[in-house]
């Protein structure tokens, strides 16, 4: 039966034990997107991740490393062709990196147009306080479905949330969303055929110690009673919206 966890967004090399994360999601069957934050880390995660069968990887230029890490566009570039999967990408406009936004958004529309021309790519994307724009850039600058897009840790609104779902989107939720009003409203305004799940770990943990892809049945747990359905059934469709997503 096809019911493994599936982890959509999670900095699996920012963990300590890089590898030692791989193979703990290789060996629980866990269908992990290892999303990277600089297109300098590529290369070692496409070594690492390449050949396993639940982990993929993902070429990442992070909004929030825009500032400092602009003139590696041209490497992201170089790595464009071998990367089915694209993020950690788009644009945060909280104040600590509202400096850098014209940039994040050279930098986003780019990205974008490079997956227009290339095809094929599923994109995970940031959209902090950003919501409006990002959905404007994709409409205007991503081929879709030629490309498919999963929006992580979505804090816009319903209405933007329908904006995104009449583009094809996917939602990939962590269990910090579940937690959250706007993130409560919105899962009842989404199509359960556009839901994932998601840790985004490192950067998400309990008491201090960061959650990893297996942690995500706690994702799943509170889905589940929010949604009102077994935890067999929530499960079977994840996978099902992973296996449409992926093909
Ligand atoms: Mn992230």
């Given at each position: 039966m096809n019911d493994s966890l599936i982890?959509?967004?999670?900095?699996?090399?920012?963990?300590?034990?890089f590898e030692e994360v791989v193979n703990e999601c290789e060996e629980k069957m866990i269908h992990t997107l290892s999303v990277t934050?600089?297109?300098?880390?590529?290369p070692e995660n496409f070594r690492i991740?390449?050949?396993?069968?639940f982990v993929r990887c993902a070429l990442g230029l992070h909004p929030q490393l825009v500032a400092e890490r602009f003139h590696e566009l041209s490497l992201w570039d170089e790595f464009l062709p071998q990367a089915r999967y694209i993020g950690e990408v788009g644009l945060d406009a909280s104040p600590r990196f509202y400096n850098s936004f014209d940039k994040q958004k050279a930098v986003f529309e780019h990205i974008l147009k490079s997956c227009t021309n290339a095809g094929g790519k599923i994109l995970s994307i940031h959209s902090v306080r950003s919501a409006p724009i990002v959905l404007a850039m994709l409409e205007k600058h991503l081929a879709v479905p030629k490309n498919k897009v999963v929006l992580h840790w979505f804090t816009g609104n319903v209405s933007n949330a329908i904006r995104a779902i009449d583009m094809g989107c996917y939602f990939s939720f962590n269990r910090e969303m579940l937690s959250t009003k706007n993130g409560l409203e919105l899962l009842k305004g989404i199509?359960?055929?556009k839901l994932l799940t998601e840790t985004d770990g490192p950067f998400t943990g309990n008491d201090g110690i960061p959650y990893r892809p297996k942690d995500v049945i706690g994702t799943l747990e509170k889905l589940t009673t929010v949604l009102d359905k077994s935890i067999v059934e929530v499960r079977q469709i994840l996978n099902r919206n992973l296996e449409v997503l992926e093909s």
């Open positions: 982890d959509f967004h999670c900095h699996l090399d920012l963990y300590p034990g934050t600089t297109p300098k880390a590529w991740i390449n050949t396993k069968k199509p359960v055929q």
